[in-house]
T-cell receptor, first 114, second 108 residues
């Protein structure tokens, strides 16, 4: 079975540019999560969706970040404009049911903003 | 008090050693507990769930102490391949909260 699929694996961009990260959750999973991981702060939840509806976006750093889930098999995380402090690994994860069940992670996107 | 706290390590142990990690959590209402493993430059992967009665999976044993609000992970007969960061995960008010992880380095 395919796991959570993220693209791109690596993204290098310049400050001020728009960045779009993509995620395809495991088929049949109802919840989708976007996390950011840095050495300093560890894994931080940015936003999560249940049945394609955003439930908790309190972790989204600021208005530069936005996330969408137009259907059950696709989600995007967009940063516009990007800044060097956004450099991190961004993980997408999905779970079968509600938000406190075990998560399955994608391989992540390593983002570097120069 | 941080929601989930772990000793960052690294724990350096020789092959064959037994090593234990602890993790404390602040939310007394938490119901779900997990240990995840993360290899360098990889995604976190579920190692095992932690049940109230404790559970074992091969060389790995997880324990939960609700009264003291900590969970533990014991690894027996360490292998080189056990070298990784181990993340403690606790259910929060709406989602799972991850600790920053404990790094384990197993040497020959």
């Amino acid at each position: 079975d395919a796991g959570v699929i993220q693209s791109p694996r690596h993204e290098v961009t310049e400050m001020g540019q728009e960045v779009t990260l993509r995620c395809k959750p495991i088929s049949g999973h109802n919840s989708l999560f976007w996390y950011r991981q840095t050495m300093m702060r560890g894994l931080e939840l940015l936003i999560y969706f249940n049945n394609n509806v955003p439930i908790d976006d309190s972790g989204m750093p600021e208005d530069r970040f936005s996330a969408k889930m137009p259907n059950a098999s696709f989600s995007t995380l967009k940063i516009q404009p990007s800044e060097p402090r956004d450099s991190a690994v961004y993980f997408c994860a999905s779970s079968l049911g509600h938000s406190n069940e075990k998560l399955f992670f994608g391989s992540g996107t390593q983002l570097s903003v120069l | 008090r941080k929601e989930v706290e772990q000793d960052p390590g690294p724990f350096n142990v020789p092959e064959g050693a037994t090593v234990a990690f602890n993790c404390t959590y602040s939310n007394s209402a938490s119901q779900s507990f997990f240990w995840y493993r993360q290899d360098c430059r990889k995604e976190p992967k579920l190692l095992m769930s932690v049940y109230s009665s404790g559970n074992e999976d091969g060389r790995f044993t997880a324990q939960l102490n609700r009264a003291s609000q900590y969970i533990s992970l014991l690894i027996r007969d360490s292998k080189l391949s056990d070298s990784a960061t181990y993340l403690c995960v606790v259910s929060g008010y709406s989602t799972l909260t991850f600790g920053k992880g404990t790094m384990l380095l197993v040497s020959p």
